[in-house]
Each structure stands twice: as structure tokens, then as C-alpha cells.
């Protein structure tokens, strides 16, 4: 490892969403002759194909493991190799090499917390949202993906020097070939590709449907939850059981079932309240799937929907999928002055 004087990919705890998916990317271009050590997650190594003459060290999900990687990382930098933080948190011990940061996760630099988040997700963001700050004077350049997650790194970053060294260099993976097909025969009205963490916002989807279902209104909806969300999981098939709501979990799907997915789907829906990138909103418009998502600067940094709503208002989301369905929202009735009177001193008038 003293050899290694190219680039060290420290991605612990990179093993599931969009994060795999890219990491996925980066290993399988690298065709470089220069050496890489690569410090994967091995909850990932299942999942992760190691080009060769790339050195991989796996680490696990524990404390212990994970301080023995920041060791070893402390060990093998040096001073010219470079070192790309792929999990979004810069060393705990000081590197001699270049440190760049590929911030990902837009908690770690938010402020407040979500009080429907778990308490050992609170206490974990908690956490590493220090860890990022304490240790931010070690980082050399930060790298976001789109412009607003660049704002937000400014404001977080306030009037620091490293304010400069924040650059956006967006990519992804490779793009299916194909679009969607006309010839296609959906067999759902809607998908949502994500995971039931707390800011992806899935109570109010539900919320939503619940709604259009007390309309008469039964679109059909697929999810991804994965098996971390059996409480979310559970709570979504009661209601739809007791509501009749047609809405379906899938379970946790590779990158190419969720491409397949996109193809049996008449649209996307997308409620997240945050995210610093959201492959799903590209991957469904480069296949020509029309978006209904939340009207947020996220949301338009990469992907133009055909339908927005306020992602905190279940009615809201049940409104714009009423418009993207073609279905008539009840007007207000509006009264004149005596007839308001009239309402008030005699009561409503018999049909």
C-alpha cells in the first residue's frame, strides 16, 4: 500500500440507493494503468464487480472495522496520491495526500432534523454532521453534483476559504439505451424508486392516496422498500388493505430491475423532500417517462416534471395526480353577499 500514490476511493458505508450505483460506475471505468486502493463496504461486495489490479480492502458496518479503515487510510496516503471520499466525510486522521470530498447525502449539511426520523438515525446524522465540520479544514475540494447542492455547501461552509474549492461534476451511470416504448403495456400507473428513509416522504404519498381513494380515484403505485423498512412496509399494506388503495412494494430491486421497472410504469412520482441528486428523476426522463415530483430546486436542477406539487401537502400530491390522470378537481362555490346572508339567517337551500 506505501506504493499507492494515484488515488485511495474511501467509500464505507456506501451500500444501497444511488450512492451504489454510482460507486458501481466509478470501479467499472476504471481502466486506468495506475494503481487503486478502493475501501468498499462489504455489505456492497455482492453487489460490486473489482476491475483488476485494483486493491480492495473491504470494511464492515462496525465501529472497530471502521477505525481500522481510517488507519489503514491514514497509512497508505501520501503525499502525492490523492484521496476521493466517496461516503460524503473527510478523514479522521489527518492524511498527507489530497483530500477531495464527494458530498452526497444532503443531511450532512442541512440544518435541523426531521422529528419523524428513527432516534438512531437522528443520533447517526447527528454525528456525522460534526464529524463534517470539525474535520472540514482537511479537505482540499469538495464535489457536489448539481448547483443547488453547491448552494447549499456555500451556506454551509459560510465564509471559508474552502467556499472556492466547491465544484459541481455531476455524472451517472450508463443510461439504458432504450425509452420507454409505445408498444410497452404498463401494468402500474406509478412507480417510486426509493428507499423508506424518513425524508423520501413516503407518509404523505400515502396520505395522498388515501385521499384520491375517498374521491373514488384508484391509481396504482409500485414502491422499492427494502427489507431496513418493515415498520414502513407494514404500515403501507394495512392501509392500503383497510382503504383498498392499490399499492405495492416490491422490495428492494437491482439498478437493472429498476430500469425495467421504469418500462412497465405509466409515470414517476417523486414526493422526497431533499436530495442531492436524484438519479431516479433522470433515469425516468432520459426513458421518457413523464415526472410528477415535488416543486423543489432539486427536482428542476436536473429534470423538467409534468406535473409539481407541495411535497409537505398530501392534498397537494392528490391534485396533481388528479391533473396528470385528467380528473376534475371540485371548484369552489362561490356566493354573492345576499346569498351568503341568506345562508346564514335562513339556512342552505333544499335542492
Not at 182 to 189: E, F, L, Q
Not at 211 to 220: R, T
Not at 278 to 291: D, K, N, S, T, V
Not at 308 to 321: E, K, W, Y
Request: net charge positive; charged share 20%.
Amino acid at each position: 500500500m506505501n506504493n499507492i500514490k494515484t488515488l485511495a476511493l474511501y467509500a464505507p458505508n456506501v451500500h444501497t440507493g444511488g450512492g451504489l450505483v454510482l460507486l458501481r460506475t466509478l470501479l467499472s471505468s476504471w481502466l486506468s494503468s495506475d494503481k487503486l486502493i478502493a475501501f468498499l463496504d462489504e455489505r456492497a461486495k455482492e453487489q460490486l464487480t473489482i476491475p483488476s489490479g485494483v486493491t480492495v480492502i473491504w470494511v464492515g458496518p462496525r465501529l472497530l472495522s471502521r477505525l481500522a479503515a481510517e488507519w489503514l487510510l491514514f497509512r497508505c496516503a501520501r503525499p502525492a496520491s490523492r484521496v476521493l471520499c466517496f461516503h460524503g466525510l473527510p478523514p479522521l486522521l489527518l492524511c498527507k495526500a489530497s483530500i477531495s470530498v464527494f458530498v452526497q447525502n444532503r443531511l450532512l449539511i442541512q440544518r435541523g432534523l426531521s422529528s419523524t426520523f428513527k432516534w438512531k438515525t437522528r443520533i447517526r446524522v447527528t454525528v456525522e454532521r460534526l464529524w463534517a465540520k470539525v474535520f472540514r479544514h482537511r479537505v482540499a475540494r469538495y464535489i457536489v453534483q448539481t448547483p443547488t447542492m453547491q448552494r447549499e455547501m456555500f451556506a454551509w461552509l459560510a465564509n471559508s476559504k474552502l467556499i472556492q474549492q466547491v465544484e459541481v461534476i455531476p455524472f451517472v451511470a450508463t443510461l439504458p439505451a432504450s425509452s420507454v416504448s409505445a408498444d410497452t403495456a404498463p401494468v402500474c400507473d406509478f412507480v417510486y424508486v426509493a428507499d423508506g428513509e424518513a425524508h423520501k416522504n413516503h407518509q404523505n404519498l400515502l396520505a395522498a392516496w388515501s385521499l384520491l381513494a375517498e374521491d373514488g380515484i384508484h391509481p396504482s403505485l409500485f414502491l422499492t422498500l427494502s427489507e431496513r423498512d418493515p415498520e414502513l412496509a407494514k404500515r403501507i399494506s394495512e392501509a392500503s388493505a383497510n382503504a383498498g388503495l392499490r399499492i405495492t412494494n416490491l422490495g428492494q430491486m437491482s439498478h437493472d430491475q429498476v430500469i425495467d421497472l421504469y418500462a412497465s410504469a405509466k409515470a414517476l412520482i417523486f414526493p422526497s423532500l431533499t436530495e442531492s441528486f436524484g438519479l431516479p428523476l433522470i433515469e425516468a426522463a432520459h426513458m421518457g417517462l413523464p415526472i410528477l415530483a415535488s416543486e423543489l430546486d432539486y427536482v428542476r436542477d436536473v429534470c423538467v416534471p409534468v406535473q409539481t406539487f407541495d411535497p409537505q401537502s398530501p392534498v397537494s400530491i392528490a391534485r396533481a395526480v388528479k391533473r396528470h390522470l385528467g380528473q376534475a378537481e371540485r371548484q369552489l362555490q362561490l356566493r354573492t353577499a345576499s346569498e351568503f346572508l341568506s345562508e346564514v339567517l335562513i339556512g342552505k337551500p333544499e335542492n
